[in-house]
């Protein structure tokens, strides 16, 4: 089992940045994939950006591009989602992801592990 915890979400105006973290524990393993979700109000969750352990090019949606940088530090068993020019239809609640093995893009069904989310909050 792989335990994901997040944290750096909150209430940020907009134009403004936050850096989200992702610790995973348990079995982890060199060749993963991990990444971040978000789940707007109303709305379904959908991805934002993943980034393979093993060392690849990340994957980004195109509403983030030029504005998100994922990253990751593998010594730490960590993923960071750096948010800047942050927009009011950023507002959701951020989810780490994780599976075994290579990134699959956005296909939610094949990511195992998920944390609780973090709440990021964009006014105008």
């Known amino acids: 089992q792989v335990q994901l915890v997040e944290s750096g979400g909150g209430s940020v105006q907009a134009g403004g940045s936050l850096r989200l973290s992702c610790v995973a524990s348990?079995?982890?393993?060199?060749?993963?994939?991990m990444g971040w979700f978000r789940q707007a109000p109303g709305k379904e969750r959908e991805g934002v950006a993943v980034?393979?352990?093993?060392?690849?090019?990340?994957y980004y949606a195109d509403s983030v591009k030029g504005r998100f940088t994922i990253s990751q530090d593998n010594a730490k068993n960590t993923v960071y989602l750096q948010m800047n020019s942050l927009k009011p239809e950023d507002t959701a609640m951020y989810y780490c992801a994780a599976r075994v093995g290579f990134c699959v893009l956005f296909d939610q069904k094949k990511y195992n592990y998920w944390g609780q989310g973090t709440l990021v909050t964009v006014s105008t």
């Open positions: 980034i393979y352990f093993g060392g690849s090019t990340p």
């Open positions: 348990g079995n982890t393993y060199s060749n993963r994939c």
